[in-house]
């Protein structure tokens, strides 16, 4: 059974940084993507940061150069790094795995155009943190 445990979040003052984890277990495909994802109150859920199993990574516009995403495939773990913090990043951030190519490139799609990611359309998700970026 995939389990999908992120670290806590955390409040920051406006121009702070946070780093997140998540580690992922009882995953065994070499086929994958994992990624950041943020819901703000009343808002859709909306990628952050998404990188699959070769490296190949998108941003959403108004993270890119401040936000950086990695992993760590032997301890499975999937980091975001939230440097230059705003306000406006203030959200519940949830770390997701999905393990079908197809629906990866949807995924990687949404982020790419900035529409909300369907929930129900990824496969593994993690408990979600909240983070709270302060003016």
């Known amino acids: 059974q995939v389990q999908l445990v992120e670290s806590v979040g955390g409040s920051v003052q406006a121009g702070g940084s946070l780093r997140l984890s998540c580690a992922a277990s009882g995953y065994t495909n070499s086929v994958y993507c994992m990624g950041w994802f943020r819901q703000a109150p009343g808002k859709g859920r909306e990628g952050v940061a998404v990188?699959?199993?070769?490296?190949?990574?998108i941003y959403a516009d108004s993270v890119k150069g401040r936000f950086t995403i990695s992993q760590d495939n032997t301890k499975n773990t999937l980091s975001l790094q939230m440097n230059s913090l705003k306000p406006e990043d203030s959200a519940f951030y949830y770390c997701?795995?999905?393990?079908?190519?197809?629906?990866?490139?949807?995924?990687?799609?949404?982020?790419?155009?900035?529409?909300?990611?369907?929930?129900?359309?990824?496969?593994?998700w993690g408990q979600g943190n909240q983070v709270t970026v302060s003016s």
């Open positions: 997701a795995l999905e393990p079908r190519p197809w629906v990866c490139s949807s995924v990687f799609d949404t982020v790419l155009v900035g529409v909300p990611q369907e929930p129900s359309e990824v496969r593994h």
């Open positions: 990188i699959d199993n070769n490296s190949k990574m």
